[in-house]
């Protein structure tokens, strides 16, 4: 660092001095609200600004060179991410539990077997539970602490969960929050919120939508949606789900 | 620790932004540094426990400026340094110190299942006896610990009851503070909505915390 001109360090206590100059690694403290901030539109343009994107291009080229890390396996991985795990996968299991009353018992006392049933593997340290909604019951998913989320099932989590907005109001205000997501509940049904604490991983069986009594597993599959798996919404017979 | 992170009741943070046909990454960056964190997480030379108090050590000021990902570069090369893995230096100058070791990764492009699966670490092969049982009226402790802790504020000296007993995990709060797994039992624990909030509060609204036997105590 003191080849190089000084840097206004009170900016970047964050980084406390790690991570700095050589690749012109500083981050931008607008960055992240950006976004944060944008909504509905699509990603042809570059959301966020090239600083963090030079920082990890600059990390990753210093632990390939320790050796820490082996880049195939990082592409592996991103890859793995964006196409195999999702809520397609949640979706299945919904389906299948919907379907077939002997599974959905199963998945409701022993979760981690039954979703092994399926072929998704958990990792031990996943205890997935599996939590019914009915129509006097609506459950509701949120990591008030950091971003738990039921990964293996659904996929890395989006944005507005990871949200400071939905972090925490899901706790004090969870009709509001089902509110602006479109779903108004009766007052007598009971909101129950489960706060991810621990290595726990929660995920909501929704409701089987009325009008799907004739409809095959897949047909199913193809309505749930990965927000109701969280339980900011219901499923709903025509409109439908996948990758969502 | 009493941080910005522990956010479960607050208000005024605006309304919950949607994005739709989200993509899982929303620049190729965020991408790499996901991989990146799984992959340096494969040495066990940190747990998740260490890199979620890492975020928390952020002041709350750059916490509420960085996006998701930001926090994530921070908190992973100060985590890397603490460990070990790599040195201040390498980080400012983002090449590898003269002399220093060239190693082998754990995680190879092979290893499919090393990347989906993680490993059985949360879980050890302890016979703890649980303090509580299933039904039983408990109170979550009225503590404010200056280091890690999965206790949130929200609950702290809150009745609640016993609703499962998810077995022997071993402790976040120890781990960090470099004292050891301490395993023991987490129980799920509902609280009412009118025990957390107060009396304005819905009568059907509850909510469920995981929590760990040192969290808790008998009423």
């Known amino acids: 660092m003191s080849k190089r001109k000084k840097t206004p360090v009170g900016r970047r206590r964050f980084l406390k001095g790690a991570v700095a100059s050589a690749a012109g690694l500083v981050a931008n403290p607008q960055a992240g609200r950006a976004q944060q901030q944008h909504e509905d539109h699509d990603h ?6 090239s600083d963090p994107a030079l920082r990890t291009k600059a990390l990753e080229s210093l632990l390939v060179q320790k050796g820490l890390v082996d880049a195939p396996a990082l592409d592996l991985i991103v890859e793995t991410y964006q196409t195999k795990i999702g809520p397609q996968n949640g979706a299945r299991v919904v389906a299948r539990a919907w379907f077939d009353a002997a599974y959905k018992k199963r998945l409701l006392t022993d979760a981690p077997k039954a979703i092994a049933e399926l072929g998704y593997t958990m990792g031990e340290a996943d205890d997935m539970i599996v939590v019914e909604n009915s129509p006097k019951v609506h459950n509701l998913v949120v990591c008030t602490l950091c971003s738990c989320y039921p990964w293996p099932l659904l996929g890395l989590p989006p944005m507005w969960y990871k949200s400071d907005a939905y972090r925490s109001r899901a706790v ?11 779903l108004t509940l009766p007052e007598d049904t009971e909101v ?16 089987r939508p009325a009008g799907t009594e004739k409809m095959t597993e897949q047909e199913l599959a193809a309505l749930v949606t990965r927000d109701s798996m969280v339980g900011v919404s219901k499923v709903s017979a025509t409109k439908a789900g996948g990758q969502l | 620790m009493n941080g910005i992170h522990d956010m479960g009741g607050m208000q005024n943070m605006g309304p919950v932004v949607y994005e739709k046909n989200e993509p899982v990454f929303h620049a190729p960056w965020e991408g790499r540094l996901y991989a990146i964190r799984r992959a340096m997480g494969a040495w066990r030379r940190w747990t998740t426990d260490h890199a979620r108090h890492e975020i928390e050590l952020l002041r709350p000021a750059d916490y509420f400026r960085m996006s998701y990902y930001e926090r994530w570069l921070a908190s992973t090369i100060e985590l890397m340094i603490k460990k070990g893995q790599i040195t201040r230096t390498e980080a400012e100058t983002g090449k590898p110190d003269p002399g220093s070791a060239k190693a082998t990764p754990p995680l190879k492009a092979t290893d499919l299942s090393a990347v989906i699966v993680r490993p059985k670490v949360a879980r050890p092969d302890a016979l703890v006896k649980a303090k509580f049982k299933t039904g039983e009226r408990v109170r979550a402790r009225n503590m404010q610990p200056l280091g890690h802790t999965r206790l949130p504020r929200y609950a702290r000296g809150k009745a609640g009851v016993i609703h499962m007993d998810h077995g022997i995990y071993v402790f976040p709060d120890t781990i960090v503070a470099g004292l050891g797994e301490k395993p023991q039992h987490v129980y799920s624990v509902r609280f009412e909505a009118r025990e957390l909030w107060g009396p304005e509060a819905s ?14 105590e008998q009423i």
Not at chain 1, 192 to 207: F, G, H, K, N, Q
């Open chain 1, 192 to 207: 129950r919120v489960w706060d991810s604490t621990a290595e726990l991983r929660y995920i909501v069986l929704p409701e």
């Open chain 1, 44 to 49: 042809d343009h570059q959301v966020v600004p």
């Open chain 2, 203 to 216: 009568a059907r609204h509850a909510v469920y915390l995981d929590l760990w036997d040192d969290y808790l």
């Open chain 1, 172 to 182: 004090i205000d969870p009709r509001g929050i089902l509110r602006e997501f479109g």
